[in-house]
């Protein structure tokens, strides 16, 4: 056994995945067969790929299937021997390796027209789906934005606390009969209880003349 064949079966053996294999339509079909319908996809593949690729795709994947594919006759053998390899690519029973494409000019050209109707719908709905949920998130963000200003301008409407200790030596030197400024700037002179509490005591200041 050669190299490249130890190395081939080392990866299949302790990755669980075959080696990837070069083939341009097996390429294509295992692109394409999840997104578009199977009569489109094996039109296109008839119009564009010669019998004896057809063919060499089909020995290409009876190598790694357990059931062969059958031998097709007749004038229309490559469109039918294109709907076996569509169908062995589509059953997911089949662990079929990745296959890749070295001749980019044997890949057939898509257009829109060839795309699946269906699978466009599961997109549009998801992608749908994802636009409800930004919206979600927006409406959410909003509301944080609310309810922060609230607690902003309960927080300014509040005393400060520099406020609070202004009165609070206000009232404490006035209750030994200290001076007090007043609203209108002025220094006063009075008495106040050491019982009376803090906010008595700013509200007396704020109605004296």
């Known amino acids: 056994m050669s190299n490249v064949e130890n190395v081939e079966v080392g990866m299949s053996d302790n990755a669980g995945q075959r080696v990837p294999a070069k083939c341009e339509l ?4 295992r692109e394409k067969c999840s997104i578009m319908a199977t009569d489109h996809l094996v039109k296109i593949c008839a119009d564009f790929y010669q ?20 031998k097709r006759k007749g004038g229309d053998k490559c469109r039918t021997t294109l709907e076996d390899i569509v169908k062995a690519c589509l059953d997911p029973s089949n662990a079929l390796p990745v296959y ?34 930004i919206g979600n998130l927006q409406q959410e963000v909003i509301q944080l934005k609310v ?60 109605t004296r003349p």
């Open 26 to 29: 097996l390429c294509f079909v």
């Open 147 to 206: 309810e922060l200003e609230k607690m902003k301008g309960n927080k300014t409407s509040s005393p400060s606390v520099a406020n609070v200790n202004h009165v609070a030596s206000a009232a404490a030197g006035t209750a030994t009969g200290e001076s007090a400024e007043g609203n209108d700037g002025q220094v006063h002179m009075c008495r106040w209880p050491k019982s009376c509490s803090v906010w008595d005591w700013q509200l007396h200041l704020a």
């Open 100 to 133: 890749y494409a070295v001749d980019l000019s044997r890949l057939p050209p898509v257009n829109a027209k060839h795309c699946d109707v269906t699978a466009i719908l599961m997109e549009l709905q998801s992608l749908r789906a994802e636009v409800r949920e």
């Open 51 to 70: 019998e004896d690729e057809v063919l060499a795709a089909k020995a290409e994947l009876d190598t790694v299937l357990e059931i062969r594919l059958p």
